[in-house]
């Protein structure tokens, strides 16, 4: 599959399918991680992509998913950004429930490519950016999402740096996380809960336990 048919090798490996815990959202999603995986390192690999995380729905970004469309009045004409999006599945959800703009970003072209196709599938519109926005200075807007993005040291310190910057404009930031390693859970407002069901290779469980919250502002470093 050439690299340029982005949208063909995303249609040749994945299936529309509704997400598990937001079943009002359907994705172009992988039924098997590691065959997929395997795939993406053998054919894209050399070119230094990522790997396939937007294939995937994952449990803290399916955690936000129903948060959001549960608690639809708190979203109703926000602007939002849908931070890491992969497979856009945040972003679509703060849509459906009333959200007037949001801009989904991952540094990932065929994250970019399976979110303009997904938002396409359930007929919401985003600002879809391919770009890594961590050292840049923050768009001014009254939500921020990040799902699942806890899971490196050094990823989980630099984008928390990002995160605060943003909070110190006035945006709200809501974190869905299975309670991965590196989340600040001193930092944590427990918002809600789910069980949450999985494709059983990406995680040690096919079921996940998995929460959104709301992160609070450092005071020990004012």
Not at 97 to 125: M, R, W, Y
Not at 167 to 178: F, Q
Request: proline content about 5%.
């Amino acid at each position: 599959m050439a690299i340029s048919d982005k949208k063909g090798f995303i249609r040749a490996e994945t299936m529309v399918k509704p997400v598990p815990h937001v079943p009002e959202i359907q994705l172009h999603l992988a039924d098997e991680a590691m065959s997929l995986w395997q795939k993406t390192e053998d054919e894209l690999g050399d070119l230094g992509l990522p790997p396939p995380f937007w294939a995937f729905a994952w449990a803290g970004g399916q955690a936000l998913g129903r948060y959001i469309l549960d608690h639809e009045s708190e979203f109703l004409g926000k602007t939002v950004i849908d931070f890491a999006c992969g497979s856009g599945l945040v972003g679509i959800a703060a849509m459906k429930a009333g959200a007037s703009h949001c801009t989904a970003i991952d540094i990932d072209p065929f994250a970019i490519t399976a979110t303009k196709l997904n938002a396409q599938l359930n007929e919401v519109t985003l600002e879809v950016v391919q770009a890594d926005i961590t050292d840049k200075v923050p768009q001014e807007v009254n939500v921020l999402f990040c799902g699942d993005v806890f899971y490196d040291q050094d990823m989980a310190a630099k984008v928390l740096k990002f995160l605060d910057r943003s909070l110190a404009k006035g945006t709200r930031v809501l974190v869905g996380d299975p309670g991965r390693s590196y989340l600040p859970k001193n930092r944590l407002e427990h918002l809600a809960t789910y069980e949450v069901p999985i494709v059983g290779d990406l995680e040690d469980l096919e079921m996940k336990r998995s929460s959104v919250f709301e992160l609070k502002t450092d005071i020990t470093a004012q």
